[in-house]
């Protein structure tokens, strides 16, 4: 499958099916944003909650805070946002298009061949106004990222939690960015969320103090990256930021790149902070931000920052689980021994939008849609089930496959005597029968 094929099918399957439309399409749409559909929204949550277990809950050194999108300007200007945090913009002389500068290899427009500015540094922070008067004293800003809110509440953490260092605050929220080439359906957007983690240290006395920490979260986030189901041997890739390129406040950035169908790209990035921010936010807040050590003695901890997009792990994982497969099987949806391609989303069973689907062999057929329901009722209280009784068998498994739901249960005429169902494993398409009354533990199983 040609990559750039692979990424029209993925949009292609996840607009028929339901994961992601375009935003305000019914105006036209709105270039870069996206809405998340029923599946979409499901693979989601099961990303974020996930991380949030994982990184939050199921530690002791962690807690979670879920802070403002809009934040007192002076937030900006302390972390450096405000005079940093841009992108070098080019223009075309000639057909007025823009470009970010870094991201060109020619030296004229690619669209036309024109003339280019000399690049100017364009702030990618979205501006906004509080209140009714559109003035500069009103001026606010849509957070670029989610780390900041961390930081200016790192004094109500330590007063009210008492954390021992080393801890971590986590958070999952939106973030805005005004960027100048967004693309690459969700990849870009100047809309998207982010998972956050800043994990305060003392102040290292060697490199090596600092290194270790780093390698851990370095660890721990290829950890993440299995559980997703990527590929990590062979499609991540781990790039040393470059002093150069590295965000203003970064003393170490590795960027976690994926190979994606449109090139290899940077998914998460994990970076060494310093004191950079807490000592910004004390010198212009004026509070104190320290944190006194056993031996009384007032230090200002260091940082060390996962940082994760939903998105982009939105479409890793989308990418990493779209298979096509050639069925040289009768079908039933085909005619005995037509050769059809199956596509089927092979996500990892605990990403999955759903769980378990329940179909009836015939939706005219009383008996076995009421069994069916009856099934389908007892399911869903323990996972995400659907009921489907449109169109013949054939075509709600395709269906459930191109959603990738890990299993299919159907209730047919064999059913009525024998209360049992045929359970059909997704991935094998292997069908056994199993009965009601042991559903439960069959399913215990399989989810563990
Ligand atoms: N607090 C550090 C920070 O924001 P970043 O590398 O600029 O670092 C972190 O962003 C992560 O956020 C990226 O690795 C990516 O997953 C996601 N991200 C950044 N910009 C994005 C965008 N325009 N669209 C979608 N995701 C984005």
Not at 252 to 262: G, Q, S, V
Not at 270 to 287: C, E, P
Not at 289 to 295: F, G, K, P, R, V
Request: glycine letters at 6%; a neutral charge.
């Amino acid at each position: 499958m040609a990559e750039q094929n692979k990424m029209e099918k993925i949009v292609s399957l996840c607009k028929r099916r339901g994961f992601i439309f375009p935003d305000s399409e019914i105006y036209g749409g709105l270039a870069n944003a996206w809405d998340y559909g029923p599946y979409g929204a499901e693979l989601k949550n099961n990303i974020k909650r996930r991380w949030w277990k994982k990184f939050v809950q199921d530690r002791e050194d962690m807690v979670g805070l879920d802070a403002a999108i809009i934040m007192n300007p002076e937030t900006w200007k302390a972390s450096g946002h405000l005079s940093e945090f841009s992108d070098p913009l080019v223009e075309c002389l000639k057909c007025k298009k823009r470009y970010r500068a870094d991201e060109l290899e020619a030296e004229t427009c690619p669209a036309c061949g024109g003339k280019l500015t000399n690049p100017k540094k364009f702030n990618l922070m979205f501006k906004t106004f509080i209140g009714p008067a559109e003035d500069s004293a009103n001026v606010a800003y849509l957070r670029p990222e989610t780390a900041q809110g961390i930081f200016v509440n790192f004094k109500n953490i330590m007063d009210t939690m008492r954390p021992k260092l080393p801890f971590g605050i986590g958070q999952i929220g939106k973030a805005f960015r005004n960027e100048i080439t967004p693309g690459n359906f969700i990849f870009r957007t100047r809309e998207f969320e982010q998972m956050e983690i800043e994990y305060f240290m003392a102040p290292p006395e060697k490199d090596k103090d600092w290194q270790a920490v780093f390698e851990d979260w370095r660890e721990q986030m290829l950890d993440w990256m299995k559980k997703l189901g990527l590929d990590v041997k062979r499609n991540i890739h781990e790039l040393e930021v470059s002093e150069k390129e590295r965000a203003h406040y970064s003393k170490k950035t590795i960027d976690f790149e994926y190979e994606f169908p449109f090139g290899k790209e940077e998914l998460y990035g994990l970076a060494y902070r310093t004191d950079y921010d807490l000592s910004q936010h004390a010198k212009f807040s004026g509070a104190d931000l320290s944190y006194t050590a056993e031996d009384g003695k007032k230090i200002i901890p260091h940082v060390i920052e996962p940082s994760l997009g939903v998105e982009r792990t939105v479409l890793a994982v989308l990418c990493e689980s779209y298979g096509e497969e050639n069925l040289t099987q009768p079908s039933p949806s085909q005619g005995e021994g037509k050769i059809e391609t199956r596509v089927v989303m092979k996500f990892p069973f605990w990403l999955a939008p759903v769980k378990i689907a329940v179909f009836p062999l015939l939706k005219n057929k009383l008996a076995l849609v009421k069994k069916a329901k009856a099934v389908f009722a007892k399911l869903k209280v323990d996972y995400a089930c659907e009921f489907d009784d449109n169109g013949n068998i054939g075509k709600r498994y395709r269906r459930q496959d191109e959603i990738g739901t890990p299993f299919c249960v159907t209730i047919d005429f064999d059913s009525q005597e024998l209360d049992d169902v045929t359970v059909r494993d997704r991935d094998s398409m292997k069908q056994v029968r199993v009965k009601i009354g042991e559903l439960k533990e069959y399913f215990e199983k399989k989810f563990k």
